[in-house]
């Protein structure tokens, strides 16, 4: 099996930056997912992790260290829309179906 | 349609009765998935085609549970005698295809509450 574990829940100032970890064990490594979810919506892809390092996409960077089993999703410049659910997902196994970790709840203030 | 879509968007029922969940998946996307995601957790898989079959239903909590994909496209997620427990957010998900790393991309859920 596989075990994901990030914060429940984050809080962070509008034009910050936030850092969100997240570790998992699992065998047979694949990839790693960030997704988005307001609330009542779906989630909404963020970006994808194979190999260690850092991939930038504008404003979200994501990180991986598959020898360490950890990620981190990097915000920058946060807005109050950034006020979201971020969903850490591991695929491993000959399957790739992706397991998910609970979520990481991040709220932006004024 | 451009994107995944889900329907109802809401259901409420009855504990014992039966219910269906359907899905329409982006057209041209060979993979199908089902999760099931309950407040504060993340989504839970249930099941996942590729094509008409089942690939993967490991996570499919008991037998009232099944789903079907007859055309390779549209599915449908059944649940019989339904329980309390089964209240949730059914959200189904596709991608081009399988047996590598695809993004998923999901749809809005449907909103089950069983009284």
């Given at each position: 099996?596989?075990?994901?574990d990030q914060?429940?829940?984050?809080?962070?100032?509008?034009?910050?930056?936030?850092?969100?970890?997240?570790?998992?064990?699992?065998?047979?490594?694949?990839?790693?997912?960030?997704?988005?979810?307001?609330?009542?919506?779906?989630?909404t892809f963020l970006s994808y992790n194979v190999l260690d390092g850092l991939e930038e996409k504008g404003r979200f960077s994501s990180f991986l260290s598959r020898s360490k089993g950890y990620s981190y999703l990097l915000l920058k410049e946060l807005q109050m829309k950034d006020s979201a659910s971020y969903l850490c997902a591991v695929s491993s196994g000959g399957s790739y179906i992706p397991t998910f970790g609970r979520g990481?709840?991040?709220?932006?203030h004024p | 349609?451009?994107?995944?879509?889900?329907?109802?968007?809401?259901?409420?029922?009855?504990?014992?009765?039966?219910?269906?969940?359907?899905?329409?998946?982006?057209s041209g996307h060979t993979a199908l998935y089902w999760?099931?995601?309950?407040?504060?957790?993340?989504?839970?898989?249930?099941?996942?085609f590729q094509g008409t079959g089942a690939a993967d239903d490991s996570g499919l909590p008991n037998d009232r549970f099944f789903a079907v994909r007859p055309e390779g496209s549209v599915s449908t997620l059944k649940i019989q005698r339904t329980e309390r427990g089964d209240s949730a957010?059914?959200?189904?998900?596709?991608?081009?295809?399988?047996?590598?790393?695809?993004?998923?991309?999901?749809?809005?859920?449907?909103?089950?509450?069983?009284?």
């Open positions: 099996g596989q075990n994901i914060p429940t829940e984050m809080t962070a100032t509008e034009g910050a930056i936030v850092q969100i970890n997240c570790t998992y064990q699992t065998s047979g490594f694949n990839g790693l997912f960030w997704y988005q979810q307001h609330a009542g919506e779906a989630p990481t709840s991040l709220i932006v | 349609g451009a994107g995944v879509s889900q329907t109802p968007s809401n259901k409420v029922t009855e504990k014992g009765k039966y219910v269906e969940l359907r899905c329409d998946p982006i999760y099931r995601q309950s407040l504060g957790q993340g989504p839970e898989f249930l099941i996942y957010v059914y959200l189904c998900a596709s991608s081009f295809t399988s047996g590598s790393v695809e993004t998923q991309y999901f749809g809005p859920g449907t909103r089950l509450l069983v009284l």
